[in-house]
């Protein structure tokens, strides 16, 4: 398994999406340093939605990662999806970890929101995204699933905050007595979309033609010939 994982890295590590996620990465960044900003050129955004946005560019980036263009061709390689898609996660999340840090440190730390309550947001979406991009794959035949999902994703982020009760409410400020409830939903939600992640890494299984236990004798015709 080792020299399979091994050997199996480098073709993985090139198919990735790295250039959307490399303008994912760049938007968030770049979103970040909105609080450097001075006061009339970062058009009034407050730190956390600055965070929240970031996030969400990076998110939208991961929708992404499981696109395969060769997936009815290596859908018959010894090796199973499940491994090929942990080897993908595997590569990002660290990368993704280190991005989120230089986001974190690019707000003042005098104006940062709660680290902690956003981290849990932006790991949702995160995984949101992933759980996402993985059921597409494993419900459709799209190679390249991404665009769909991310356009999906996008949709159910802006429509998510209007439809919502507000008794349900995940967007919340720091200053809401409700800010520690949205954040055991979003942590309910990253739970959730991790599972969804895992149960959908499995091959799809197929359907077995049921076994003919009998076969039918050819029709033989007995009558004489010519009659």
């Keep these: 398994m080792r020299v399979l994982i091994r050997e199996l890295t480098p073709a993985v590590a090139r198919t990735l999406p790295w250039r959307a996620l490399g303008v994912g990465a760049a938007l968030g960044l770049l979103l970040a340093s909105v609080p450097r900003l001075p006061a009339d050129a970062s058009f009034g955004w407050p730190p956390l939605?600055?965070?929240?946005?970031?996030?969400?560019?990076?998110?939208?980036?991961?929708?992404?990662?499981?696109?395969?263009?060769?997936?009815?061709i290596t859908s018959t390689v010894p090796a199973r999806r499940a491994l090929r898609t942990g080897l993908r996660l595997a590569l990002v999340t660290p990368l993704t970890v280190l991005w989120w840090t230089a986001v974190l440190l690019l707000i003042p730390s005098e104006v940062r929101p709660p680290w902690g309550a956003v981290t849990v947001e932006a790991a949702a979406a995160c995984a949101l995204a992933l759980a996402a991009g993985a059921l597409a794959v494993r419900l459709t035949e799209?190679?390249?699933?991404?665009?769909?999902?991310?356009?999906?994703?996008?949709?159910?982020?802006?429509?998510?905050?209007?439809?919502l009760p507000q008794r349900w409410a995940l967007f919340v400020w720091p200053q809401d007595k409700r800010w520690d409830a949205a954040h055991e939903r979003w942590a309910w939600l990253l739970v959730g979309a991790v599972t969804a992640l895992m149960l959908c890494l499995p091959e799809p299984v197929r359907k077995i033609q049921p076994v003919r236990w009998f076969r039918t004798r050819p029709h033989v015709d007995s009558s004489p010939s010519g009659v």
């Design 49 to 72: 939605t600055v965070l929240r946005a970031a996030a969400l560019a990076y998110a939208l980036a991961l929708t992404f990662l499981l696109d395969d263009p060769a997936r009815h």
């Design 142 to 163: 799209e190679p390249r699933p991404g665009p769909s999902v991310a356009a999906a994703l996008l949709f159910t982020a802006i429509v998510s905050p209007l439809v």
